[in-house]
């Protein structure tokens, strides 16, 4: 079975600062592994994916995550953040191929302070 | 491309009423098809999915059921509505195990 489990409920940072939200993640098989965003009263984007190759992925709008495989985690990071970045994310694992569902974690709710 | 659509975008509905969601995929054929519910801080919650016309998977046993009666169309029902089944309700497609694709949602409320 799979399981995601996003650390922090809800993360607040400062216009500029780094942004970290964590994901680990627990698979049987090599996984491949999704950060999602939700604005209020919309349904989820696809910011970043990882399936294989490069283990550091660049998504929209200057999110980054890097697959770490010995610490069976998927951070999603962003350099500096903006006003516009304050939403709900999620980590979402599949084990790809013919298996059509994912696993999300719980969300983390990133609040964004001017 | 692709787009996926969901309506509609609210409804409040009395507890004891029957309940439709419909869910329409364009530019893609074949999809899989899912619902979730999101309740307040709760996450995401698979409902249903469906590879294929006529096939549906339940994922937790409960109040609701669904229909795939076309390729692209994925419905969402209840003959009875409880207080438990309000939440968000979104609708996702995917090309085999790939990313899934989010509708906009559709906000339910029972009272």
């Known amino acids: 079975a799979q399981s995601v489990t996003q650390l922090g409920s809800h993360v607040s940072v400062s216009e500029g600062a780094l942004v970290l939200l964590r994901c680990n993640y627990s698979?049987?098989?090599?996984?491949?592994l999704f950060w999602y965003v939700q604005y209020p009263n919309q349904g989820l984007q696809l910011l970043l994916k990882?399936?294989?190759?490069?283990?550091l992925v660049k998504g929209i709008n200057g999110f980054e995550a890097e697959f770490k495989k010995s610490e069976t985690s998927f951070h999603l990071t962003k350099p500096s953040a903006h006003m516009s970045d304050a939403a709900e994310y999620f980590c979402?694992?599949?084990?790809?191929?013919?298996?059509?569902?994912?696993?999300f974690g719980k969300g983390t709710l990133l609040t964004v302070n001017p | 491309s692709q787009t996926i659509h969901q309506w509609p975008a609210t409804l409040v509905q009395p507890v004891g009423s029957p309940l439709s969601l419909e869910c329409t995929v364009e530019?893609?054929?074949?999809?899989?098809l899912y619902w979730y519910r999101q309740a307040a801080g709760r996450g995401l919650q698979l409902l249903f999915y469906?590879?294929?016309?006529?096939?549906i998977s339940s994922e937790v046993p409960q109040n609701l059921s669904a229909s795939r009666p076309q390729d692209r169309q994925f419905i969402l029902s209840s003959k009875k509505l409880l207080l438990s089944d309000s939440g968000f309700y979104l609708c996702?497609?995917?090309?085999?195990?790939?990313?899934?694709?989010f509708g906009p949602g559709t906000r339910l409320t029972v009272l």
């Open positions: 996702a497609w995917s090309a085999g195990g790939n990313e899934q694709f």
């Open positions: 698979s049987s098989v090599p996984p491949y």
């Open positions: 990882y399936t294989t190759g490069a283990t």
């Open positions: 979402a694992v599949s084990r790809g191929g013919s298996n059509y569902k994912l696993t």
């Open positions: 530019g893609t054929s074949n999809p899989n």
């Open positions: 469906s590879v294929g016309i006529g096939q």
